[in-house]
């Protein structure tokens, strides 16, 4: 569970996954030695932030999504919604821009969604809900886990093709 929590922990809004695909190669060129067959590897120009590993003369594909739901601040750090997010009251937000580091909590005024922050946020920043793993002895619980549950999986399928 490990790599399924620094998984949920990598800020990657959709339209911006170049930290966690940075981290499934490092994560895939770190561990391949281990595997049982070493994949071919193809990412950077002509795939933006995708990534294919092909393992000989492949009859399977598994696809995994590797963005999350979120936020993009407007003006005045009103945010709109990335994808179906749950606009609950007092959910916290985080994600970083020109001047470091954000964190703050979602609020409604007048039918618009705003993030409570000290300062103007700069526009077409994004933000995301802030990492709470859990994990006990039967479950592991995480905010829209199936994203990053659908990589953790196809990187561990991908240890014994």
Not at 13 to 39: R, V
Not at 95 to 114: A, F, M, Q, V
Request: proline share 3%.
């Amino acid at each position: 569970m490990k790599l399924l929590k620094e998984l949920c922990g990598i800020h990657s809004p959709s339209g911006d996954e170049k930290e966690i695909s940075k981290f499934i190669i490092d994560y895939i060129k770190k561990n391949t030695s281990n595997w049982k067959k070493k994949p071919v590897l193809y990412y950077g120009d002509g795939f933006q932030d995708c990534i294919v590993l092909c393992f000989g003369n492949p009859k399977t594909a598994i696809f995994a999504h590797m963005d999350s739901i979120g936020f993009t601040v407007k003006y005045k750090n009103e945010i709109i919604k990335i994808g179906g997010p749950v606009t609950n009251k007092n959910i916290v937000l985080v994600g970083y821009d020109s001047k470091g580091s954000i964190e703050g909590r979602l609020i409604k005024k007048n039918k618009k969604l705003y993030i409570d922050f000290k300062r103007q946020i700069d526009r077409g920043t994004n933000l995301t809900f802030k990492p709470n793993f859990r994990e006990t002895k039967n479950y592991v619980q995480y905010r829209y886990l199936d994203n990053r549950l659908g990589v953790w999986n196809a990187l561990k399928v991908s240890e014994t093709l």
